[in-house]
């Protein structure tokens, strides 16, 4: 696949797989849109990807555009720029995920790793289907983690459950491949695929100072880090499923490396992708029916 007139955007871009992606999609000549929540962390991993290209004209290419994804206003005013910025849209990673060591709701009323990791997806993509069909053909990649779990449609802000932050994770990263398979229904007919992606096991910075990474993973990567592969390696799993021709038109599936792999047995089931995705429509005002 030819990337030297495709438009990209890699939400979680200042760091980690999203940094990897985005870099690599630069150096193969795609317009890149990276979606940061800290400013000068974002211009920083900017500055440092375009460093590294060898053309004059990367600078212009790679773009930095701030959003924090928990709030559902600034991730309309994140799509509302984009519109400002291209007429469309030809891949998009939904890859920003996070996780937090205790219970605590948005501006929006929801926990923060539904919001972040399942929710804000669900909206950006629904907010810019238009720039993307209209990019057509064009791919969403979302990535997932790959853990056995089924999410409690009926508490999905732990309200009556106990809160575990990496049961709270994994259900709410579940949520990816549920909104993949109810979307590739909608998406029937048209030249748009999306896919979830299990990157595998990396060094990662997951959550920041604030959630997960200051805590749990800290401790792994102290103790296992020089036996987990870097975010670059992961990266190909991600870049397989934006690039390839093997997979062009392939829609709705769960990969791991460059195949499928099982999916959680909720996620296969269409009910449950649907309920979840009524769910969330009425949470966010979009993509009710």
Same mark, same amino acid.
């Given at each position: 696949m030819d990337l030297s007139e495709c438009t990209a955007l890699v939400t979680g871009a200042n760091s980690g797989l999203g940094k990897a992606v985005a870099r690599a999609l630069a150096e193969r000549g795609a317009r890149v849109m990276m979606v940061a929540r800290d400013p000068a962390r974002g211009e920083q991993a900017r500055a440092e990807i375009v460093s590294d290209l060898p053309d004059a004209g990367a600078d212009a290419r790679v773009e930095l555009l701030c959003c924090d994804l928990s709030s559902q206003a600034q991730i309309r005013q994140l799509a509302q720029a984009v519109h400002q910025r291209t007429d469309a849209l030809h891949l998009l990673v939904n890859n920003a995920g996070t996780a937090f060591p205790e219970r605590a709701l948005t501006e929006d009323g929801v926990e923060r790793a539904l919001a972040v990791n399942h929710l804000a997806p669900f909206l950006l993509t629904q907010l810019l289907l238009d720039l993307l069909q209209a990019g057509a053909p064009s791919r969403i990649v979302n990535v997932g983690t790959r853990m056995e779990t089924a999410m409690d449609f009926d508490d999905l802000n732990w309200q009556r459950r106990r809160y575990r932050m990496m049961q709270a994770y994994g259900q709410s990263?579940? +949520?990816?491949?549920?909104? %993949? !398979?109810?979307? %590739? !229904? !909608?998406?029937? +007919? %048209?030249? &748009? %695929? &999306?896919n979830c992606v299990f990157p595998g096991v990396f060094r990662s910075n997951l959550g920041g100072t604030d959630g997960a990474q200051g805590l749990f993973w800290k401790s792994v990567a102290l103790l296992l880090g020089w036996a987990l592969k870097p975010p670059e390696k992961a990266a190909e799993r991600v870049l397989y499923l934006l690039t390839a021709d093997q997979v062009a038109g392939v829609s709705g599936e769960y990969f791991g490396d460059r195949e499928p792999i099982p999916m959680p047995a909720q996620a296969r089931d269409p009910a449950a992708n649907e309920r979840l995705w009524q769910l969330s429509a009425e949470i966010v005002g979009e993509g009710r029916g």
């Open positions: 990263k579940l +949520g990816n491949i549920h909104f %993949t !398979r109810a979307l %590739t !229904r !909608r998406l029937e +007919g %048209t030249d &748009v %695929t &999306v």
